[in-house]
């Protein structure tokens, strides 16, 4: 009897103690730490700082190079991030394997302050488990002083004629769908393209232009740049301005026949050890002054409407990031090409290994 009288009184302080814990979660549940997994060069430190700051969360960031270099390492079990950065079509892949956590808007109320044209993307309808984050094209980046006139083409990296005199001091990212896409913009493709003669072809071009490659770099091409290692280089467009605050002599273009437009993603792996805090860090990134910050840093547009009174007025006005209509048009956004990615991905190697 008085055994089961006590089971009754200990249950009683559990309910009470389960009905007065906060609802929608505390400082209390915040993790000590947060795990990022980031591209580099893609956030204001200070930013770390500051949320470690105000929520007591200790930012640990460690960075990827590629959307493939990502999902290779999340497939292979990495399980100890709480925030990746995918772009568009990697979020799409890695939602149909079942890879990212739905996210609790409850904890993202900053998510208004997204811009509508942003809101909904065709990778993620509803933005069940990706907030955008940057976005921004991939073009060419070149040394003002070498240069008579902007090598606003493509040709300028494959044809011959221009690109052999570039030896020895030329860059290509290290990115098997940017690269390869590069190439098929050049021969007047979609870059998106699951056609094989057009991929055979576009590998011609790549393993020809391999003679004149210093290197197949993404992670510090615009330093190669600012050092006079490389006078033209494939790459970000944010990279080379970023760069450019301390070499003023590199400059940006968009090629003529069009390039890869791209946004980038706040998503949180299923796997993540704490996906509450992701979440209220998530919101942080997304409060006006924040976002403002992320691109004054990164020189990549933001999706965040809010944000922009506080995003320098150079980055707002630059063409080149915030291109214009006409621009906009010849611009694609890479997607999953599904069956054609073993295609895609031979192809890679067969130019990298060559
Ligand atoms: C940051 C580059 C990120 C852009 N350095 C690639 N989507």
């Known amino acids: 009897m008085k055994r089961v009288a006590y089971g009754v009184v200990i249950l009683a302080l559990l309910a009470l103690m389960i009905s007065c814990a906060p609802k929608g979660g505390g400082k209390q549940q915040l993790a000590q730490e947060l795990h990022v997994y980031n591209w580099s060069e893609y956030i204001d430190p200070e930013i770390y700082a500051d949320f470690e ?55 993202i109320p900053n998510f208004q302050n997204i811009w509508d044209k942003f809101r909904d993307p065709p990778y993620d309808p509803g933005n ?25 083409s493509w040709a300028y990296l494959f044809d011959p004629a221009y690109a052999s005199a570039f030896a020895g001091k030329m860059s290509m990212l290290n990115d098997s769908r940017e690269t390869i896409g590069a190439a098929l913009k050049y021969l007047g493709y979609s870059l998106n393209s699951t056609d094989e003669r057009q991929l055979e072809e576009a590998k011609h071009l790549l393993i020809q232009q391999k003679q004149w490659v210093k290197t197949y770099d993404s992670e510090g091409f615009e330093d190669l740049l600012a050092a006079g290692e490389t006078v033209i280089a494939h790459g970000w467009s944010g990279d080379f301005f970023q760069a450019a605050v301390e070499a ?20 949180i792996p299923k796997t993540a050890p704490s996906q509450y805090t992701a ?14 910050k992320v691109s004054n840093y990164t020189w990549y547009a933001s999706p965040n409407k809010a944000a922009e009174k506080y995003i320098n007025a150079e980055i707002l006005e630059d ?36």
């Open 279 to 292: 979440e209220v860090f998530i919101n942080y990134l997304l409060r006006p002054e924040v976002g403002a």
């Open 128 to 152: 069940k488990y990706s907030v955008p984050y940057q976005w921004g094209t991939t073009g060419i980046g070149y040394n003002l002083d070498m240069f008579e006139e902007p090598p606003d």
């Open 53 to 107: 700051k105000e929520f007591g969360v200790k930012v640990i960031e460690d960075t990827f190079a590629s959307n493939e270099d990502l999902l290779a390492k999340l497939q292979a079990g990495a399980s100890g991030y709480d925030l990746i950065v995918p772009s568009d079509y990697m979020v799409a892949i890695m939602i149909e394997l079942k890879l990212l956590a739905e996210l609790n808007y409850d904890n």
């Open 248 to 267: 003023p002599q590199i400059w940006y273009v968009i090629p003529r026949e069009g390039a890869t437009i791209w946004a980038d993603n706040l998503c």
């Open 319 to 354: 063409p080149a990031i915030y291109p214009p209509a006409e621009v906009m048009d010849k611009l694609e956004f890479i997607r999953d090409v599904g069956e054609a990615t073993p295609v895609y991905d031979r192809i890679w190697t067969e130019i990298k290994t060559e």
